[in-house]
């Protein structure tokens, strides 16, 4: 049993590069999230999706975009990176969106230079 | 809004001393609250969890209790081992954007 699944686990980009970063689980949970961790910041979230088809703005959202492709994919965009967006980026599913514990993959560390 | 404080640390203690990491919240309603760990170059993992007012969570050796008049849930350990050195999260789910973290505890364990 996989969990979540993160790639890549390390990327480094030019400033205004574009990536996406993928997320799948394979858990059958119908909520997905993204969140950075930063030194001293722990963790805040970017986007999330309270169940398949909807997508909403969490506490960082600017300069990111979201896409969830299914139930198990979701899938984080960068369309022009900044060195502001240097961090680490967790993805995390959960059964339902409250009051269930959230399952974490292990994380892709981006530097953008 | 949802909010959780605990304390940043790094806390260093001699191997089988005894471990208290301090977390209190802020939230409506009523939240689960949980503890994750997060050891070096890895994502977050669920340490353990209490859904209502004085459940005690405990895992590995850790307990916590929901304190719903102080509101708090305080992670302690009676005796700890080199191997729980690591950086541990305070977290509450009570809202439909999933969960809100504290900022993390570094934890640090000297044999």
């Known amino acids: 049993n996989a969990g979540v699944t993160q790639t890549p686990k390390f990327q480094v980009l030019k400033t205004g590069q574009s990536m996406t970063l993928q997320c799948a689980q394979d858990m059958n949970h119908n909520s997905m999230y993204w969140y950075r961790q930063d030194p001293g910041m722990g963790l805040r979230l970017i986007y999330y999706s309270a169940s398949e088809g909807t997508t909403d703005k969490g506490e960082v959202p600017n300069g990111y975009n979201v896409s969830r492709l299914n139930k198990r994919e979701f899938s984080l965009r960068l369309e022009s990176a900044a060195p502001s967006q240097t961090s680490v980026y967790f993805c995390?599913?959960?059964?339902?969106?409250?009051?269930?514990?959230?399952?974490f993959g292990q994380g892709t560390r981006l530097t953008v230079v | 809004g949802n909010s959780v404080t605990q304390m940043e640390g790094p806390v260093t203690l001699s191997e089988e001393a005894f471990l208290t990491i301090n977390c209190t919240y802020t939230?409506?309603?009523?939240?689960?609250l949980f503890w994750y760990v997060q050891y070096p170059g890895e994502g977050l993992q669920l340490l353990l969890k209490?859904?209502?007012?004085?459940d005690k969570g405990s895992n590995k050796g850790f307990e916590a209790t929901y304190r719903k008049e102080t509101t708090s849930f305080h992670l302690e350990k009676g005796s700890v081992q080199v191997s729980d050195s690591a950086v541990y999260f305070c977290a509450l789910s009570g809202g439909a954007d999933g969960l809100t973290f504290g900022k993390g505890t570094h934890l640090i364990i000297q044999p």
């Open positions: 209490a859904t209502k007012a004085d």
């Open positions: 995390a599913s959960s059964e339902w969106h409250s009051n269930t514990e959230a399952f």
């Open positions: 939230a409506t309603g009523y939240p689960s």
